[in-house]
């Protein structure tokens, strides 16, 4: 995915500002695919210069609202369906447990219980935005909460395996 589709993805849906959809990628697509505000005005230029987006009002103090455009819409399309997705898979957070046998086991445990409570703390964000958004019947809602529901599952299954792992640590190595 790319700052491009999700940018074309989410002007599907309404027409917006830079800040409309700075706010939209705060409370829906951060924990999926975050953004600076530097990085959607950006964007929005770009887009807009192919011709996949366009000014649809202008407002004071220069604030434009944007639309898709056709070609944008067909853009945002093809990507979803003729696009197959990036699945590289590459963890950082694994690749250290790999190496964790280089540590002390109580350096071992304090990782594995730093990364318990990371995703406990990612949990429990995602269940505090769940609970702030105003969700409706609209796609970006619809399908947001999909993806909401993804991170909320995977950030348990984290924090279950790192749990799980600092027990396995704990009782199979001999202790330092």
Known sequence: MSLRHAVLGLLADRTASGYDLMKLFDSSLANVWPATQSQVYGELGKLA???????????????????????????????????????????????????LGVLSRVEAITYLSLEADRAAAEHEELEGLE??????????????????AYGLRLTAMQQEWAEWARGQVAARLPAD
Do not use: N
């Not at 987006?53 to 067909?74: C, D, H, M, Q």
């Not at 609970?131 to 909401?148: E, H, K, P, T």
């Open 131 to 148: 609970a702030s958004v105003d969700w409706g019947d609209d796609q970006i809602s619809v399908y947001g909460r999909l993806a909401l």
């Open 49 to 99: 210069g192919a011709g996949l987006l366009e000014v649809a009002a202008e407002g004071p103090r220069g604030r434009k609202e944007y639309a898709i455009t056709e070609s944008g819409l067909a853009e945002l399309r093809s990507w979803l369906i003729d696009t197959r997705p990036d699945r590289t898979r590459r963890s950082e957070t694994l690749l250290r447990v790999f190496f």
